[in-house]
């Protein structure tokens, strides 16, 4: 048994009014009955469209404050009514109660103006009950819906199932990503919060693969979000795949790391290959590359300041990156640098944003802590040999302490005149971190700085920064035998500094 139902009824209640009447006054036309309360019915009075009260409805009036207004069995009953069954039928007559074939809703705007009072109840109620009983009820959450919900309409008189399901699904993702923006507010001041609620909605963007070709892959980002990712413009080249967003993620970050003055990152597989500060982007990005010339090839290369002529001339000289990546381009320098290479994509983007919590997947559940970043800086440093560094080389100390901390752990970075000479990253062992730090800086870091990402447990890692030409070494101490790494240090007329703060990243 099923009823017969000679007007379609939609319950319209929203918050964002953006287009509202002409879809209400369309559905009219079509010979809807439009139910509405509040601000929204006085949207649609004004402009002419016919409305009938919720409170004819329910026979109660809006009260305490708005908070109490769409919550009564006459307007869930009407939502909630298996139409196909025929003791909801009967309760339906018995009580009074009309069906609603569609209901509007967007919700107060919590995540704009997070307060008690914009946390919306009978909203989310009412898109809700109307998800769950998709079978009869179309369920609108968002203007952008309006044009689509309507050319069906038109076409066949009501909605399809199979529409009614898709806008379920979306429903029910709009309330799942407010009640987790209300359960964040409650806990803002809480570091590591109890819980953690991550609606996580994929982008449109297509990536190629994952890490590798037979993955899959896709960005997702916070439900009702933007993100850094959603700011870039692709100005060339294929498709970006996983590795390429997240090793861009890195070179992004450890480029805007470096300080106010021009700066270039190489990056190759999520370490830094090539670092370097200059006074102008072209020598910077010449010095970064020469650090690890043949790793460089089909890396990403961030840069800082918008790339210039000057900067294309020596990339279209130098081996193929992956992907470019800065804040802007100089006219002409985005055509010279498709014609030399085709296949690079080029992505201009906004300086980074603050990093929320770090999510880590493990077996059987999740690894999560405060981000990564530099808390001691230099006022915050102690000397611990007799000899102090000089102004020089504070200044490489500094830029290698930078760079180490953007290097997979374990870390050494030899660093000369702020260019990272030699990186040693990801070794099971320090020694042989600074051995591979030492064979690529070849010499070139003769007066310079040694950077570890942790303390020294015995001199033997000192002695590879010495042989390798660094006279300023900087780390975090804390060792057993620091007194016998410092001793040694003093031994070798090197300058030692301590951070106080190790930098392990994995």
């Not at 995540?111 to 009072?117: M, Q």
Request: glycine letters at 8%; charged letters at 20%.
């Amino acid at each position: 048994m099923s009823q017969q139902v000679e007007t379609r009824r939609a319950l319209c209640s929203v918050w964002d009014k953006t287009g509202v009447v002409a879809f209400a006054r369309e559905l009219s036309d079509l010979g809807w009955e439009i139910v509405s309360s509040g601000g929204t019915a006085r949207a649609l009075e004004e402009a002419g469209v016919p409305v009938v009260p919720l409170a004819t409805i329910t026979g109660f009036p809006e009260m305490l404050d708005h908070r109490v207004v769409s919550l009564h069995p006459k307007v869930h009953g009407g939502i909630l009514a298996d139409r196909g069954k025929a003791s909801h039928l009967a309760d339906m007559a018995e009580h009074g109660i009309v069906a609603f074939d569609l209901v509007v809703s967007n919700l107060y705007p919590f995540l704009d103006a997070p307060d008690i009072e914009t946390i919306d109840i009978g909203g989310p109620a009412m898109t809700r009950a109307a998800a769950k009983n998709h079978a009869w009820v179309a369920v609108v959450t968002s203007p952008a819906q309006y044009a689509d919900v309507l050319a069906e309409i038109r076409a066949h008189g009501n909605t399809t199932v199979e529409t009614r399901r898709a806008l379920a699904l979306e429903a029910f993702a709009l309330t799942a990503s407010y009640d987790a923006a209300v359960v964040r507010w409650l806990q803002a001041d809480d570091e590591l919060p109890r819980h953690l609620v991550l609606p996580l909605q994929r982008t449109d963007e297509a990536l190629r693969y994952g890490e590798n070709p037979h993955q899959r892959a896709a960005r997702y980002r916070l439900r009702g979000t933007t993100s850094w990712f959603d700011a870039i413009t692709q100005h060339s080249g294929v498709a970006l795949s996983y590795l390429n967003l997240y090793d861009a993620d890195a070179a992004w970050r450890l480029a805007f790391d470096l300080g106010d003055q021009p700066a270039v990152a190489i990056i190759k597989h999520a370490n830094p290959c090539g670092a370097a500060v200059a006074a102008d982007l072209a020598t910077a990005y010449q010095r970064a590359l020469e650090c690890d010339e043949r790793s460089a090839f089909g890396g990403i290369v961030a840069c800082n300041r918008p790339v210039d002529a000057d900067t294309v001339a020596r990339m279209v000289e130098g081996p193929q990156a992956d992907v470019v990546l800065a804040p802007g381009y100089a006219p002409g320098t985005l055509d010279a640098l498709v014609a030399k290479r085709k296949n690079t994509r080029l992505l201009e983007a906004p300086a980074p944003g603050p990093w929320a919590l770090d999510v880590r997947q493990v077996s059987g559940g999740f690894l999560v802590q405060t981000p990564h970043h530099f808390a001691a800086a230099r006022p915050d440093w102690r000397v611990v040999t007799k000899r102090a560094p000089t102004e020089a080389e504070w200044a490489d100390a500094e830029f290698a302490w930078r760079v180490c901390g953007w290097v997979k752990s374990n870390a050494i970075v030899l660093a000369k005149d702020r260019v990272a000479w030699g990186i040693g990253a990801g070794q099971q062992n320090r020694v042989e971190s600074g051995e591979i730090a030492a064979k690529k800086a070849a010499g070139r870091a003769q007066g310079g700085a040694c950077a570890s990402d942790a303390f020294f447990p015995f001199p033997d890692g000192l002695e590879v920064a010495a042989g390798a030409g660094a006279t300023v070494v900087v780390q975090p101490g804390g060792a057993m035998r620091d007194d016998a790494v410092i001793e040694r240090a003093d031994e070798l007329g090197l300058a030692m500094v301590f951070t106080g703060e190790r930098h392990f990243v994995h």
